[in-house]
């Protein structure tokens, strides 16, 4: 059984930064290309950052460019995404996902993890 767990939201202030954690288990994790959505109340859950199964081919959401870092470590099963320069339009529920090599959705989504900016 997939299972993906997210972790270190918070509350932070504009300008400020966070890194969240995706600890996967119940999968070959170095198979799986991960990825970063996020969604607020009422919308849509949008793409935010991804990278390939073996670290290489890191891609964002052009809002996030220049600011959010998406990173790997296959060894401890762990995905990250380094959040630097918040903005308030950044407050969203970040969920983490996987998607198997060669399939062309996202199978597996963690609960996610709250992170609201304040301006």
């Known amino acids: 059984q997939v299972q993906l767990v997210e972790s270190g939201g918070g509350l932070v202030q504009a300008g400020g930064s966070l890194r969240l954690s995706c600890a996967a288990s119940?999968?070959?994790?170095?198979?799986?290309?991960m990825g970063w959505f996020r969604q607020v109340p009422g919308k849509e859950r949008l793409f935010v950052a991804a990278i390939s199964f073996n670290g290489g081919n890191p891609r964002y959401t052009d809002s996030v460019k220049g600011r959010f870092t998406i990173s790997r470590d296959n060894a401890k099963s762990t995905l990250y995404l380094q959040m630097n320069n918040l903005k308030p339009e950044d407050t969203a529920v970040y969920y983490c996902a996987a998607k198997n090599i060669g399939a062309s959705i996202y199978s597996s989504w963690g609960q996610g993890t709250q992170v609201t900016v304040s301006s």
């Open positions: 119940g999968l070959t994790f170095s198979s799986y290309t």
